[in-house]
């Protein structure tokens, strides 16, 4: 499926540079997407001009692992194949997804790094058991599997979340997105499960260093209406995510014409 070390043997991943977000890119969507903080701030399909702010890139330590486009990871979806990064991967390393590539190239692009490069990057906080997806809403971009433990596979990531969660983060100015899902190793191996031991223990130290903590309140494959309601708050390890964390706003979904 992938090249060495997980990246595209057709296409090879270039050197991360300080990059700007576009003035405008649209993608068509039916559906207005809001931060909320808590009057809600309107994160439509327009990415902000930054050409005076520019993004900063990962650390010179960092390189890239991963990097597959997003039809192709539809496309394993079809056929229930999973994204395996133990082969590229190296054990007690921090990773993150390209925001920028995610959103510009529709490539799945993963960073990996020894130092943590606090400030850079966006955390997710989201439920592991995701609400089930609703036909027609923020669906149509399709999914990608992770591979995991059986007991531990919190279904489909939704490529639509995660895009939207990318644009938020570069709202923010922020180049880097963590997602656990994606970001620490999920399978059984022994390998896998040194990486899951050592990623908890830096837990504390991923959130308190990024420079927003995004909430999925639904989880990973659809967003929630502003007035759903979800396990996201009952769950003391969702919590404890945001306590520590400089700002936190939630993705949720306005239905176009619904009470504000």
């Not at 991943?13 to 890119?25: E, I």
Request: proline content about 6%; some cysteine; hydrophobic content about 40%.
């Amino acid at each position: 499926m992938n090249g060495k070390d997980g990246v595209e043997a057709e296409a090879q991943a270039p050197p991360l540079q300080v990059d700007s977000v576009p003035a405008a890119q649209t993608v068509g969507s039916s559906h207005a997407l809001a931060l909320y903080e808590p009057e809600g701030d309107l994160l439509d399909d327009i990415l902000p001009d930054h050409t005076d702010t520019e993004i900063s890139p990962i650390n010179s330590l960092g390189t890239v692992i991963y990097r597959r486009s997003l039809s192709k990871l539809r496309d394993d979806a079809s056929a229930q194949e999973s994204i395996e990064l133990l082969t590229c991967a190296t054990p007690e390393r921090y990773r993150f997804i390209d925001c920028a590539s995610f959103v510009h190239s529709d490539m799945l692009q993963l960073w990996e790094t020894s130092v943590l490069p606090e400030g850079q990057y966006a955390a997710i906080s989201h439920v592991w058991k995701s609400l089930e997806p609703i036909e027609g809403q923020l669906t149509s971009r399709g999914i990608f599997l992770v591979a995991c433990e059986n007991q531990n596979d919190g279904g489909p990531i939704s490529i639509d979340v995660v895009r939207y969660a990318c644009l938020a983060a570069l709202h923010a100015n922020a180049r880097l997105l963590w997602l656990d899902r994606l970001c620490i190793l999920q399978t059984k191996s022994p390998e896998a499960k040194r990486d899951k031991r050592w990623q908890i223990m830096q837990m504390y130290n991923v959130y308190k260093g990024c420079s927003i903590t995004i909430v999925l309140p639904a989880g990973l494959q659809r967003f929630p209406t502003k007035s759903e309601e979800t396990e996201w708050m009952e769950r003391a390890w969702t919590f404890q995510e945001v306590m520590v964390v400089p700002v936190v706003k939630v993705l949720y979904m306005e239905i176009m014409g619904s009470p504000p």
